[in-house]
C-alpha cells in the first residue's frame, strides 16, 4: 500500500508522496494550515505540539491519548484517528476542557494552551486518575511559561475523568482498531509497517540497510533537530506479539513494543521498583509512544528503563529469522548504544522473574527537575537477604554513570554475605567509587553523580527497613524517601 | 457603580483571548498562511566566540537549488547597526565576531531545507582571538561596557568600621533563557511604492520600525509595524525582535518578496540575550541587634558582546539593591562587563531581581552566623519615618505597605505555627530538612529613562456603536487588552462585547515605548482613559437631546446613556452622534508627572510610585540528593486597587514561579568556546507543572488604592517575580538546618540540587 491514510478530525485523508518522515506537527501547519498545534520546541520536550489519538487501551478497549504531533511521523498514524484543537469546539458549543481553562484563566499568552487542552482532553476521557499525582503526570509534558500552572491544575480537576458522552466519546466506540501494514515510499525514502515477523523478516532481506523504528521518540530527534531524511525505517508498531504482557510460570515477558504507559500502569500494583522508574521516566504524551523495546534498544547510559530491569534481573529476548536466544540485559549492552544485537535480529522483549518478598527493590532517579527530565544518575536496587540476614544476592545497577546502563560490581560484591545492615551498606556506598568514573556535564558533575550513587545506596537501606519494595509516598520530596516516621504536621 | 449598573473594571475578567486560545483559533506571527512567493530564512552563525572576520564566500551557496539570496554586511543599504540605544551591535558582522553564532549571513529561499544547505554552503573565515566569557575573566582584563554607575549616601566606610557585626563576601546570581513558547517571528511583506509590512512578535513595534528604517536607509512612514499577539516576552521580545525583523525586512527587500524569519528553539536559545548574570561583590555591617548600619558592593553585570539594555539594567539593580530595607551608609556600584557571549537583555525585573538578591542573601547570611530570626530582622530594618525614608538614590519612601503586608501575611500563612513545626521535623530527621522563610518585595515603577513614560491610544466609535481600540501596549499575555477594553468599557459605557482590542500597530499610535517595565496598563490605560473621554464627552450633549436631560446629568453605562430615569441605547446615541456630523474617533495620549534622575549625581526621583508584596515559603530538602519539593506559598501582593483581579492573580502566580526557575534549576551553562550547551528544554529545565506547590495561596492586598495612577491601581507584571526570593530563604534554611548553629550557608544561585547537595555537605562538615 502506497499511501498513507488516516483520520484527522473525523474526516479520512489520504496522502502518497508525502516523506514518511515528515511529522504530523510539520504536516498540520505547512498541508493543513491546521496551526493550532504549535512547534515549542520540535523535541517533545514542552507539548505545544500535543494531539490525540485513539490507541487501544487495558483489555482492548479504545481510549484517546495525548502524543507530540512533533515526535510522529505520517505513517505511525496508518489507519488511526487524530484529533487537534481545531475540532475541539462544535457547533454546539465549546468542549468542557475549553470552558475550564478559560474559566480558570488557564491561559495567558495562549501558546502552550492547545497542547494543554489536548493533554486535558485525553484526561476528560480517562478513568484512572484516582490519585492527585495522576494529574501532574497527564501535565508534565505541558510546559507554560506563563501561569504558574495554578490555574491549570484547577481546571485539570474540574474536567479530569468527566467523562463527557460527546461525539468523541461516540468516535472511540465507531473507532475499531485498523491494520497497520505499510510499504511506503515518498521523496525517496521507504517506511514499512510488517503486521508478521514474516513479513518482516523478508524485509530486512531485502533492505538489510532498514533502521527498526517502534514509537520514534528518539529517532524523531534525528529529523527535528539534525534535519536528517533515514532513508530506510521499519516500524516495529504493526507486530502485535510485540505489545504484550504475560506472566507465565512466575515470569513476566514484557513484549519490546510495550509503551512506557502501558508498562507503567502494568507495574503500579505488582513491581512497585519498575513502577517508581516508569512514574518519572518522561512525559506522558512520550509514555504513551516510547517503548520498552526502543528505550532498551537505544542503549543509551541514560535511558531510566536499563538499570531498573536489569536490577530485577532481566533477561533480555533477541528474535531473528532464526529463532530466539536470551542473554542477561545487562550483556546486551555492549557499548556506548551499542548492543549485542546481530544484523535483522530484533529485541523482541525482555523476561523478569517476579520479585520474592523476602527482596529489597527499589528504583531512584535523580535529576535537575523532577518530572520530564533526563536522569543525572538512576538507580535501581536488589537485595536479597536470608532468614539469617545475610545478603544472599545484590545488583545494583547505575545509569548516567557510564558508558552503558552498568552495575556497581566492587559495591555488591561489599553486600553479599554481608548482614545486611549499616555497615555493610556503608562499605558498599563507599565501594561505588572504586566502580565508576562518571563524567561532568550539563546534568552534573562527577563528584556530584558519585556522592548521589552513594547515598541512593544510603537512602535505600533507611527506605526499606519497613517497607522493603516501597511505593512513592505523596507529597514525597525527593525520589528517595529517607523520612523518619515521627508525629509531624 | 453605585446605580447598579454593570462596569466591567475591578471584576473578576477573563482573559480577552481565553476563548480563542483554547480553541487554537488564536493567531501568531508564524501562523499566519504563506503569502504567495514567501520566502523562508536562515542565519549563518560565526564559528568562534571572538575572531577576526576575513572573509565570507557565497558563491557556492547561492548555486544550492532554491536559495534565492545569501546577505552580507556589504548589502546592508542603511546603517548596518541594530543597538537600541548605543550603536554597537551590528545585524551583520562586517570585520568583528564578538560571540558564537553571531551572524555573518543570511541565506534567503524557498524552504527551511533549502536555506539549511545553502548556509552549510557559505564559508566563513575567521582568524579567532581569545574570548572573555565570564565576568571574573571581565573584571581581570578590565572589558567593560560602560563606565561605573554609582550611589552613595553617607559615609559608608567609617559606618563599617564601627559596625559591631561586619562581614564581606560575593552574591552569584545566573542568567535565565526567557523560554516564551513562542519563538522570535517575523513575517515581511514589500508593498507598493517602497514599503513593508512587518508582522512581529515584538514588545516594541516603534523600535523594530525605527531600526528597520536605519537599516534600510528609509523613512519611519515607509514601514509598518504589525503585532498581533505575542506567546510570551517577558522582556526577551524588547530590543531583541528588531535583529530578526530587519532580517526580514532586508531580505524582503533584496528579493522583492515575502520574507519569514522564524527561530527554532534551538536557534532562539543560542543566539538570543538573556536575563544578565551579576557577580556581586559586598562589604556590609550591622548592629548586635540585627540593623543594618553599612552596605558597601560592587554590582557587576554580564553584558554580553553589546550594551543592548544593560546599563539600564545594571542601574535598575542598583536602585533595587535596598529592596524595603533602609541602608544608612550605603555605596553601590554598578559595572556592566562586555564579554563574548550573545548581548544581554531585558527580562522581568529587568535587574531588580538580581540587586535584590544581594540584600536577601545578605539578610540570610547574617542571621545564620548570629541566629537572630529572620522575619525580626527584615522587618527592622523596613523603610520607616524620615529619617530613615531615604532610598540610597534619594528617593523619598512615603507609602510603604510593607509592615503591614508582613503582619497580615505573618497571620493568614499561620507563620509561628508552622516555624515550630518546621523546627520539630528537623529535630527528627536524619537525611531531610525543612526550611520556612518570609521575603518582601518593593520594586519602583516606572521606566528609569523617564523619556520613555508616555503612551498613546486611539479610539474608534463606528455609528453603531461598536468600537475598535487601538493602544501603544502589546499583548503577551499579560492580559493588557483585558484591562484596557474593561477601561473603555468602563469610560464609554460601552458593553465589551462591543469593543475590540486591534494588534498593535505603528501606523494606528505612533512612537511608542515598549510594553515594558511593568509599565503597560499603567501608561496605556491613562491614554485609553484620556480618549474615550474625548469622545464620550463629544456624545454626552447629543445623549442631553435625545434623554431631554440636562447634559451634567447623562451617565453613560451597560451600553445605554442615562438621564433621569429615563435611558437610550448607546448605538442610537452615536447614530444621532454621525448625523449631527461630530467625530467618533480621538487620540489619547499619557506622560508620567514629576520623574526624573539624574545619573551623574545618583539623585533623584527615578519611580513614579513602588509596588509591594511578600511571600512565605515552605521548602523540604533531601540531604542525601540535594532534591526539594515546594510544600506551600502564601503571598500577600500589593496591586493597587485592581483593575482585573484575576489577571493579576495569573501575573503574581506566573511571576513567581518564573522567579523561582531563575533561582532553582534554570541554568545556563557555556563551555569553554562560548557555546550553551543548554539549548533546549531537553536541558534547560523551566518549572513544569509538579514544581509548583500544590497549596498555593495569593491575596490581592485589600484596601491598596493607589494614587495618581489609572483607577487606584499598580503595576504587576515584574514584582511578583522576587517574591520567589522566599524559596531560596528557605532553602538556605533548610541547608542550615543540616549543621550546626551559626555557619554561614555556602550557596549560590541558582540553586540546583547539585548546589543544593554541596552546600549540605558543607554544613555537614565538621
Avoid at chain 2, 548596518?80 to 564578538?98: K, R, T, Y
Wanted: include cysteine.
Amino acid at each position: 500500500m502506497n499511501s498513507l491514510r488516516f483520520n484527522l478530525n473525523g474526516a479520512w485523508v489520504e496522502e502518497t508522496g508525502v516523506s514518511p518522515t515528515t511529522t504530523l506537527l510539520r504536516y498540520l501547519r505547512d498541508r493543513r494550515g491546521l496551526t493550532g498545534t504549535k512547534e515549542g520546541c520540535a523535541e517533545g520536550d514542552c507539548g505545544a505540539c500535543s494531539v490525540a489519538v485513539v490507541e487501544q487501551g487495558e483489555d482492548a478497549r479504545p481510549v484517546w491519548r495525548a502524543i507530540n504531533a512533533c515526535l510522529v511521523m505520517l505513517p505511525m498514524l496508518q489507519g488511526k484517528h487524530v484529533v487537534t484543537v481545531e475540532a475541539l469546539r462544535s457547533p454546539d458549543g465549546y468542549h468542557p476542557v475549553q470552558l475550564a481553562m478559560s474559566k480558570a484563566l488557564g491561559s495567558q499568552c495562549g501558546y502552550c494552551t492547545p497542547g494543554i487542552v489536548m493533554s486535558l482532553f485525553e484526561a476528560s476521557y480517562r478513568t484512572d486518575l484516582d490519585a492527585p499525582w495522576k494529574l501532574d503526570d497527564q501535565l508534565c509534558g505541558n510546559l507554560c511559561r506563563c501561569t504558574g500552572y495554578r490555574p491549570i491544575r484547577e481546571a485539570a480537576q474540574a474536567v479530569a475523568g468527566s467523562c463527557p458522552e460527546d461525539r468523541f466519546a461516540a468516535q472511540l466506540e465507531a473507532s475499531a482498531p485498523q491494520g497497520m501494514a505499510l510499504a511506503y515510499e515518498g521523496e525517496g525514502q521507504r517506511f514499512t509497517t510488517p503486521e508478521t515477523f514474516e513479513a518482516l523478516w523478508d524485509e530486512l532481506d531485502a533492505h538489510p540497510d532498514a533502521r527498526f523504528v517502534n514509537g520514534g521518540t528518539d529517532l524523531s530527534l534525528e529529523v527535528t533537530k539534525r534535519f536528517a531524511l533515514p532513508p530506510k525505517l521499519v516500524s516495529l508498531e504493526g507486530l502485535q506479539a510485540l505489545k504484550r504482557i504475560a506472566v507465565v510460570d512466575g515470569v513476566v515477558r514484557v513484549g519490546a513494543g510495550v509503551t512506557i504507559s502501558e508498562l507503567e500502569s502494568f507495574s503500579e500494583r505488582r513491581f512497585p521498583s519498575l513502577h517508581r522508574m516508569t512514574r518519572y521516566f518522561a512525559a506522558r504524551q512520550i509514555k504513551h509512544r516510547g517503548t520498552v523495546g526502543g528505550n532498551l534498544g537505544n542503549a543509551s547510559p541514560i535511558g531510566d528503563l536499563p538499570p531498573a530491569l536489569i536490577a530485577l534481573g532481566a533477561t533480555a529476548v533477541l528474535r531473528s529469522r532464526a529463532g530466539e536466544r536470551r542473554l542477561p540485559l545487562e550483556d546486551f549492552f555492549v557499548g556506548y548504544r551499542k548492543t549485542a544485537l546481530a544484523p535483522k535480529e530484533l529485541l523482541a522483549g525482555v523476561e523478569l522473574p517476579l520479585v520474592a518478598p523476602s527482596a529489597r527493590a527499589v528504583s531512584y532517579k535523580v535529576s535537575k527537575r523532577r518530572e520530564l527530565d533526563i536522569s543525572a544518575v538512576a538507580a535501581s536496587f536488589f537485595v536479597d537477604v536470608d532468614a539469617q540476614g545475610l545478603v544472599t544476592a545484590a545488583r545494583l545497577a547505575f545509569g548516567g554513570m557510564a558508558a552503558t546502563p552498568k552495575r556497581a560490581s566492587t559495591a555488591e560484591r561489599a553486600l553479599v554475605g554481608q548482614p545486611w545492615g549499616q555497615a555493610a551498606v556503608e562499605a558498599a556506598a563507599r565501594a561505588i567509587a572504586a566502580d565508576f568514573t562518571p563524567m561532568s556535564d550539563h546534568r552534573g558533575s562527577a563528584p556530584y553523580r558519585l556522592l548521589v550513587a552513594a547515598n541512593l545506596l544510603r537512602g535505600f537501606f533507611e527506605e526499606t527497613r519497613h517497607d522493603r519494595q516501597p511505593a512513592l509516598r505523596p507529597g514525597h520530596a525527593a525520589t528517595v524517601q529517607a523520612l523518619v516516621e515521627v508525629a509531624h504536621g | 457603580m453605585a446605580d447598579g449598573y454593570v462596569t466591567p473594571l475591578h471584576q473578576p475578567l477573563l482573559h480577552e483571548s481565553g476563548l480563542k486560545h483554547v480553541t487554537g483559533e488564536a493567531k501568531y506571527v508564524d501562523d499566519f498562511p504563506a503569502p504567495p512567493g514567501m520566502l523562508v530564512a536562515q542565519v549563518v552563525g560565526a564559528p568562534v566566540a571572538r575572531g577576526r572576520l576575513r572573509g565570507v564566500d557565497s558563491s557556492e551557496a547561492r548555486q544550492v537549488p532554491g536559495v534565492h539570496a545569501v546577505l552580507t554586511a556589504r548589502d546592508v543599504p542603511g546603517d548596518n547597526q541594530v543597538g537600541p540605544v548605543i550603536h554597537d551591535e551590528e545585524l551583520l558582522a562586517s570585520a568583528e565576531i564578538h560571540f558564537l553564532g553571531q551572524a555573518v549571513a543570511l541565506v534567503v529561499g524557498e524552504s527551511y531545507e533549502a536555506c539549511r544547505a545553502g548556509a552549510a554552503k557559505v564559508k566563513v573565515d575567521v582568524e579567532p582571538l581569545p574570548a572573555v566569557l565570564t565576568i571574573e575573566e571581565a573584571i581581570a582584563q578590565d572589558s567593560w561596557l560602560a563606565d561605573p554607575h554609582t550611589l552613595l549616601r553617607g559615609d559608608p566606610d567609617a559606618a563599617l568600621a564601627r559596625a559591631a557585626v561586619r562581614f564581606q563576601g560575593e552574591v552569584v546570581t545566573g542568567g535565565q533563557d526567557h523560554f516564551y513558547l513562542e519563538t522570535h517571528c517575523t513575517l515581511a511583506l514589500p508593498e507598493e511604492g517602497d514599503s513593508l509590512k512587518l508582522y512581529c512578535s515584538t514588545q516594541h513595534p516603534s523600535e523594530v520600525q525605527a531600526i528597520v528604517a536605519h537599516v534600510l536607509h528609509w523613512h519611519r512612514h515607509q514601514i509598518v509595524v504589525e503585532v498581533p499577539r505575542m506567546g510570551g516576552g517577558f522582556g526577551g521580545k524588547e530590543t531583541q525582535s528588531a535583529n530578526y525583523a530587519a532580517f526580514a525586512s532586508l531580505a524582503a527587500l533584496k528579493t522583492g518578496r515575502p520574507v519569514k524569519v522564524w527561530l527554532n528553539r534551538d536557534q532562539d536559545m543560542l543566539w538570543t540575550g538573556k536575563r544578565h548574570p551579576f557577580l556581586t561583590r559586598f562589604d556590609v555591617g550591622f548592629s548586635a541587634d540585627g540593623t543594618l548600619l553599612a552596605l558597601d558592593a560592587q554590582l557587576y553585570s554580564n553584558g554580553g558582546f553589546s550594551n543592548d539594555l544593560t546599563r539600564a539594567i545594571t542601574d535598575r539593580a542598583l536602585f533595587h539593591s535596598d529592596n524595603g530595607y533602609f541602608l544608612p551608609d550605603v555605596r553601590l556600584v554598578g559595572r556592566p562587563a562586555r564579554t563574548n557571549l550573545p548581548s544581554n537583555t531585558a527580562f522581568r525585573g529587568f535587574g531588580g531581581p538580581q540587586g535584590m538578591a544581594v540584600i536577601e542573601d545578605i539578610i540570610s547570611r547574617f542571621c545564620e552566623r548570629t541566629g537572630l530570626d529572620p522575619v525580626e530582622v527584615r522587618r527592622r530594618n523596613f523603610y520607616g519615618a524620615a529619617p530613615r525614608n531615604l532610598t540610597p538614590y534619594h528617593q523619598v519612601v512615603d507609602d510603604n505597605r510593607l509592615p503591614r503586608i508582613f503582619d497580615e501575611l505573618l497571620a493568614s500563612s499561620d507563620y509561628a505555627r508552622r516555624s515550630a513545626e518546621v523546627a520539630a521535623f528537623n529535630q527528627g530527621q536524619v537525611h531531610a530538612r525543612r526550611g520556612l522563610a518570609l521575603t518582601p518585595v518593593k520594586f519602583g515603577i516606572s521606566f528609569t529613562t523617564s523619556f520613555l513614560n508616555q503612551a498613546g491610544a486611539l479610539l474608534v466609535v463606528y455609528a453603531d456603536g461598536s468600537a475598535q481600540l487601538n493602544h501603544g501596549g502589546t499583548e503577551m499575555g499579560q492580559g493588557l487588552h483585558t484591562k484596557m477594553l474593561a477601561i473603555c468599557a468602563h469610560e464609554l459605557g460601552l458593553r465589551p462585547s462591543r469593543i475590540r482590542a486591534m494588534n498593535t500597530a505603528t501606523d494606528k499610535v505612533p512612537n511608542t515605548s515598549a510594553t515594558a517595565a511593568s509599565s503597560g496598563s499603567d501608561l496605556n490605560g491613562q491614554a485609553v482613559k484620556q480618549a474615550c473621554e474625548v469622545v464620550r464627552e463629544r456624545l454626552r450633549p447629543i445623549a442631553a437631546g435625545l434623554l431631554d436631560a440636562p447634559a451634567d446629568e447623562v451617565r453613560f453605562a451597560d451600553g445605554r446613556a442615562l438621564a433621569q430615569g429615563r435611558e437610550v441605547p448607546l448605538e442610537q446615541v452615536t447614530q444621532a452622534a454621525y448625523f449631527a456630523q461630530v467625530s467618533l474617533s480621538a487620540t489619547g495620549y499619557y506622560r508620567t508627572p514629576d520623574i526624573s534622575y539624574d545619573k551623574a549625581k545618583g539623585r533623584g526621583k527615578p519611580f513614579h510610585y513602588f509596588a509591594y508584596g511578600a511571600a512565605v515559603s515552605e521548602v523540604e530538602l533531601s540531604g542525601l540528593t540535594g532534591e526539594w519539593r515546594l510544600r506551600r506559598v502564601d503571598i500577600l501582593h500589593d496591586v493597587g486597587r485592581s483593575l482585573a483581579p484575576t489577571i493579576d492573580r495569573g501575573q503574581v502566580e506566573g511571576g513567581f514561579i518564573q522567579g523561582m526557575g531563575w533561582l532553582t534549576n534554570e541554568e545556563l551553562r557555556f563551555d569553554e568556546r562560548g557555546w550553551l550547551r543548554t539549548h533546549s528544554p531537553d536541558t534547560y529545565k523551566i518549572p513544569a507543572l509538579g514544581d509548583a506547590p500544590e497549596d498555593f495561596r495569593v491575596t490581592l492586598l485589600a484596601d491598596a488604592a493607589q494614587h495618581d495612577v489609572i483607577h487606584g491601581s499598580k503595576a504587576v507584571g515584574e514584582p511578583p517575580l522576587m517574591l520567589a526570593l522566599s524559596v531560596v530563604a528557605a532553602l538556605r534554611a533548610a541547608v542550615a538546618a543540616f549543621g550546626p548553629p551559626g555557619r554561614e550557608v555556602k550557596l549560590p544561585m541558582p540553586c540546583t540540587p547539585e548546589a543544593l547537595l554541596f552546600a549540605v555537605e558543607a554544613q555537614r562538615a565538621p
